[in-house]
T-cell receptor
Framework: NAGVTQTPKFRVLKTGQSMTLLCAQDMNHEYMYWYRQDPGMGLRLIHYSVGEGTTAKGEVPDGYNVSRLKKQNFLLGLESAAPSQTSVYFC???????????FGPGTRLTVL | SQQGEEDPQALSIQEGENATMNCSYKTSINNLQWYRQNSGRGLVHLILIRSNEREKHSGRLRVTLDTSKKSSSLLITASRAADTASYFCATDVHSFSSGSARQLTFGSGTQLTVLP
């Protein structure tokens, strides 16, 4: 089992550009999450999904959109990147909202 | 401030010593979890303790929970250089941003350095 994988691992964008981060899990988890981690801080929840076709806002959703067309995939989109979105993005999945979460390796995004 | 806050922010010890990290939180919880993050990697789940439990062990890890003080501690015994990492506590809280569903909220972590 690969667990949770994220694509790409690194990306540099210019302000105003768009991109999509892909997360895939092979554990048949219903719940999937996107977090961002900034230096010296814990993880902050951006968006999450409780099942295929559903998404919901987390703590810091502004500037991001998500889609969950297939149970195993959760996409995070940035329509118009801003320097404030420079961060490390982690995807995670779990059986339930407050169960153990399994994390991907992260995507380091820099917006110039 | 965040729901879960770890203390200390940084801890440096010698190999073989014990390391203790603390987590304090504000609101009632159903469970509290501890995660480890090695530099440049994702978080890895270590242990989950439920609100009706006081202590839990897993290998060299010992977690305690005191709901009256709203605090938890993570003890790593006989530390090794490979234990060098950041350690985060996560608590499940009601969140209005998630429609009042409970979600995990992470603290800002303790950076543990184990010197060989």
């Amino acid at each position: 089992n690969a667990g949770v994988t994220q694509t790409p691992k690194f990306r540099v964008l210019k302000t105003g550009q768009s991109m999509t981060l892909l997360c895939a899990q092979d554990m048949n988890h219903e719940y999937m999450y996107w977090y961002r981690q900034d230096p010296g801080m814990g993880l902050r929840l951006i968006h999450y999904s409780v099942g295929e076709g559903t998404t919901a806002k987390g703590e810091v959703p502004d500037g991001y959109n998500v889609s969950r067309l297939k149970k195993q995939n959760f996409l995070l989109g940035l329509e118009s990147a801003a320097p404030s979105q420079t961060s490390v993005y982690f995807c995670a999945s779990s059986y339930g909202m407050t169960y153990e979460q399994f994390f991907g390796p992260g995507t380091r995004l820099t917006v110039l | 401030s965040q729901q879960g806050e770890e203390d200390p922010q940084a801890l440096s010890i010698q190999e073989g010593e014990n390391a203790t990290m603390n987590c304090s939180y504000k609101t009632s919880i159903n469970n509290l979890q501890w995660y480890r993050q090695n530099s440049g990697r994702g978080l890895v789940h270590l242990i989950l303790i439920r609100s009706n439990e006081r202590e839990k062990h897993s290998g060299r890890l010992r977690v305690t929970l005191d709901t009256s003080k709203k605090s938890s501690s993570l003890l790593i015994t006989a530390s090794r250089a490979a234990d060098t990492a950041s350690y985060f506590c996560a608590t499940d809280v009601h969140s209005f941003s998630s429609g009042s569903a409970r979600q995990l909220t992470f603290g800002s972590g303790t950076q543990l350095t184990v010197l060989p």
